[in-house]
């Protein structure tokens, strides 16, 4: 690797925390409780709580608190958390940033605009308002396929050296531009570059990933944890290996096969899983997304019993 | 045309209302009563607040309570108010929605979930659960330009069948499908077709639309109101002087010519069009998005002469 | 209307020729001269051979002389032929467009290059070179479904009024964008403004357009004659009238629903009312797309029966 | 890794050729040889000419011939040459294989139909006919920014089982499909799966690619071989470390920074690295795109320098 001669401000693995509802659709708060134990024990060296795959688009303003205090409760100051902020443009983040920093949120994540139509300088300036508004850390969460918006790498990299930025969460999958981040931002004190992949993750660290956001974290921290350790060690055909077990676990998102919407299918999947694991009572997902049914969760079993889980 | 033998519940002009900003920055309340004035003497037969053109997506909660209290208040019960509820997902919606209509919404305007990734079953549920918890028309508000998602002409002909829908606003610009829309809810009570066309309303009237939701509209809501009262009179050749004089009025967004976000340049067009109207004090928009300046300023005042507004 | 002080160089109705093949898959040269016949005893006041609807795509080098050759000897010089010169850049469409001159092609009509990632200055450069090689009228066939690049109405206009371009065939569905061409291509000698549409074609005659090039004017040419004619006479009920009633027969490519590419759903459509108005012996498709069924082909009769043309 | 049991037909590095021009325009044949000769100097394992990076598009069918015979010539037999056949769809897709197996192709490198609007059976169909009708490999060339189609993974790998492709180039950029799709076709053999990428191939080949097709080994064949070697010897220090130079090497192609269309920014810049090179004396492109200039020139030197290539 060129020599890294900063030490980013995060590292390891971050899981974004999923959502548990009881079988009636209500916030299941011991579930919160027993997921982030389960993350912790698994071995993840921070929590992402509130962004997309813990269902917060679907999380009304005081389904949000409720979520987040649960998760600062289980975590009990054990690891950092990284918090979504999440809401159309700036004035609105900012005020959910104040909300859920009063709570306990050790950095904000927050997208650039969406829905609103923005450009490049707009972007710009909701960061630093944003950045200006707080003080932690900012990360930007670059997910086009919900913003429909790629951050470009010459803006997050001009953001970073101004200090307005302390790192991305990368769920663009555009692993080119991830690549030449890493170059544009090594020099960059404190900077930390996060993957959002699921199945590429060893591929990430060998471009110079800080870390790892990954969903399926969720059911199977220790083996992320594990693939990044290995990677750190250069020990790449073990991270590989790990990332290839992983990639056939990942294969539970496939099961629904169209019978959800999209959102539903991923998220579903892991709910699931984590039912099938003992950590959930409940595989429900926010209305209107259906759950997925009992031939699905048969099917995820079979697959977390082939790579190991069960 | 095909015999029509329903009535619409909502038939005119109905333009977007935008949100005056004083110099600093600040809400101008007093530039809200003043556009609702000037838009009921222009002759709109009802107004769309906290609609995109409304700058909602950049509102604050609190702000937006604010602009519609004033609205409410302006409008003095004159004419009936369809008022957007926006946010990510249902659950959310509903919230604004009870919000908006214990301040005095005569009509729901929401759109199909966004940032959360749905299809179309999730799209139905998400309406329907909205118009079971409210107890006045929903409008469903087709902007894929914002929502990224076509609302399908079958999914809206069901739910204009079975009551759930009261009607559309359509910014989606495909004429196609709005043209078969039409034909495909001929039969059904109430349901109100709207385009929100600045620049083919008279082909959208041909095609059968109920009214107009013209951002443009701000600027010169009485050209939209002989527009479209001449469609409604059979006389189509003043409708098509009309719409051709607004359209060159409307060439007011191409002024700032990529020096503001896309976003921008045509509200900013609008409010700075009503600078020169008198109607507002200021053309300042909401951070982050650029003002107009002078020079673009005096381009449009050039427009609005040309075109016979000043 | 605004006063049209110009005369475009071609108006009215001018199908995209769909090309017959037999049960066995052979090019069917008998049943192009009776669908030629059957296009201008319907009223046609020219032919668009070779373009889309055509499935030039789908035809080798040897095929499309064919095709155009059967045209050409089947029109014997009774309406102007508009055809397609079809390839991904322009060296390659010049080829193609010296050859069907040399078959006996009035103008040429050509994309802008398509798999060729381009940009404005070298589709500029693209027109430019095309009309300077050749010296009949060029006009631009703007299907951004196909080339994925939408033709900027500056560009267009630019081109008009330097004389690269005698026209547009505009299949964009970009409705706004086609009244502003109008506006902006007013006072441009000979310019021609067509759309493509089959379900909005009143709106775009309100909207100034020159003429039609609708792909169901195949099955129903005279329909599309009425409709122009009214349009032209300013009988605009009746026009709307007739677009009514050819929407509902438009209603024949939603048959397949799914079962077949979207490409061959519209096109096997037009074909296999052909067959059941005795045009075309086969509704066989060009391989491998595939054809409809006669199921299919029963819904479509019942809906010929019910629009009145059988 | 997974237990990799089988044979790729081909593996290593096979860089799409450019093909370059004189200073008037014209194909330089010369040139072509010199380029291959280049190529073949610094290591690489196969040529790939007429694909895209080859200005493919622009060549007329005479030109397609004459730079192919230059390359076969040039050749003389020493690496297998996958050899693209680009056209719309099947059957003219097939008369193009034909010609550039006469001349001297070893394999067929083929996309999915383009401008045609297709779906998955008949991008099945496609690719069927395609093999039927040749007696060498084919492999699919998944380029969506093109095509705009990607090739879904499980109609690859249900494909390469059977034996209708031999092979995939994936310069989609979806990293997540490539991974899967290499776990899909393990067993699959003979089944050569090559990535596209210029500045992830370590990570690429971490996930069980056979090889690499990067259009900067025009300029740098001997740094790919280096990174292709170390990979597959599993030193994966020293794969990232030539990665990152090729990384920043890569910037190149930044240095037009929009002055000239994407197209020919890219391969502009490959042409003039090859000119500073040595191996050809002009760096212009086919018409109508434009050629880079000498300042831009002047910073690809600086970049050639730093980077040791000077």
């Known amino acids: 690797m060129s020599p890294q001669t900063t030490t980013p401000l995060f590292t390891g693995v971050v899981p974004p925390v999923v959502t548990p509802r009881t079988a009636e659709g209500e916030l299941d708060l011991a579930g919160v409780e027993a997921v982030v134990e389960h993350l912790i024990q698994g071995g993840v060296t921070g929590l992402f709580p509130l962004g997309s795959s813990g269902e917060t688009p679907y999380l009304t303003q005081t389904e949000r608190d409720e979520v987040l205090r649960a998760v ?21 983040v900012v005020d959910e940033a104040k909300k859920v920093l009063a709570i306990g949120a050790d950095a904000i994540v927050a997208t650039s605009p969406y829905y609103a139509i923005s450009d490049a300088a707009e972007v710009k300036a909701h960061f630093r308002a944003l950045a200006a508004a707080v003080d932690v850390p900012v990360l930007a969460y670059d997910i086009p396929v919900r913003t429909h918006y790629k951050l470009p790498m010459q803006l997050v990299a001009e953001l970073a050296a101004e200090g307005t930025l ?25 900077f930390s570059l996060f993957t959002g992949h699921e199945v590429v993750c060893d591929g ?39 990332q290839d077990r992983l990639t056939r676990l990942f294969r539970i998102v496939d099961v629904p096969n169209g019978r959800v919407s999209p959102g ?6 892991f709910k699931t899983a984590l039912v099938e694991l003992g950590v959930f009572a409940s595989n429900r997902m926010a209305a209107p997304m259906l759950s997925l049914n009992d031939e699905e969760a048969a099917a995820i079993r079979t697959i977390l019993e082939t790579e190991g889980l069960l």
């Open 264 to 269: 539903a299918a991923g998220l579903g999947a």
């Open 166 to 190: 302390s790192g991305v969460k990368d769920s663009s999958g555009d692993d080119v531009s991830f690549r030449q981040l890493r170059l544009l931002t090594r020099g960059v004190e404190g």
């Open 72 to 92: 600062v409760s289980a975590n009990a100051g054990r690891v950092p958390l990284l918090v979504g902020a999440n809401d159309q443009t700036v004035d609105r």
């Open 204 to 242: 990430a660290m060998l471009s110079g990933a800080d870390g790892i956001v990954p969903g399926l974290g969720n059911v199977d921290p220790a083996g992320y944890r594990r693939l990044y350790d290995a990677a750190v060690e250069g020990r790449w055909a073990d991270a590989q290996a790990e």
